[in-house]
């Protein structure tokens, strides 16, 4: 199976969409479009180059301003953030399992570097569906924030460090010098953003990357 990300159109199939929550499809398939169309949020989908019309996962990025009182200790912020929003997430049932939801969050990562980049912020919130979606966010860096774990936090300054080799610490298989693992993490998510922005790439391609093989 070849993937492509693409931003949402109304050729895209949204009907069919089904992630096992309510919410997530109601938007996709009611609020999506018109809250692109208003300039209000970009949402990007994931299809198959056979099907292309099919959504298989999407998620939506809009710009945001995060309460920083209840951020974890340490680097000080001023009270009010800027920064893009991960306002949805969400990978149909019948591709669930096979790291699609990975490959959107890392998409959504790099255009959020390559975002503040040109105009300034700080980071990327997400606000998590549950404590599930929470444990996933926090696998690849994520901060939850002192009042609600579901609501969580990685600053630009992480997702913009120069790439390095992802090393033993992460994979298991250690001898060389050990990076951080907040550098690993990215360095992987950063590989596997790049190699995502191809125009094809199949399922077991993707597995490999996300798992660092």
């Not at 309460?67 to 991960?86: A, E, I, Y």
Request: charged share 30%; proline share 4%; aromatic share 6%.
């Amino acid at each position: 199976m070849a993937l492509q990300i693409a931003l949402l159109a109304r050729q895209h199939d949204r009907k069919q969409f089904d992630c096992g929550e309510s919410s997530l499809n109601e938007w996709l398939q009611r609020m999506a479009l018109q809250q692109q169309e208003k300039n209000f949020a970009r949402t990007r989908v994931i299809v198959e180059d056979q099907e292309p019309k099919r959504v298989l996962g999407y998620y939506a990025l809009l710009p945001a301003q995060v309460d920083t009182t209840h951020f974890p200790p340490g680097r000080k912020f001023p009270r009010r953030l800027p920064c893009l929003l991960l306002g949805r997430l969400a990978v149909d049932r019948i591709v669930q399992g096979r790291r699609i939801g990975e490959l959107l969050l890392v998409d959504a990562i790099e255009r959020t570097r390559r975002s503040i980049a040109e105009i300034g912020g700080a980071g990327l919130y997400a606000d998590a569906l549950n404590e599930r979606a929470a444990a996933f966010y926090v696998r690849y860096g994520f901060r939850p924030l002192l009042d609600d774990p579901k609501r969580l936090f990685t600053e630009v300054r992480f997702v913009l460090r120069k790439r390095q080799v992802v090393l033993e610490k992460v994979h298991g298989r250690g001898a060389m010098k050990r990076p951080s693992r907040g550098e690993a993490i990215v360095t992987r998510l950063r590989h596997v953003a790049r190699r995502a922005t191809r125009s094809t790439m199949t399922t077991d391609e993707l597995m490999a990357l996300t798992r660092g093989d």
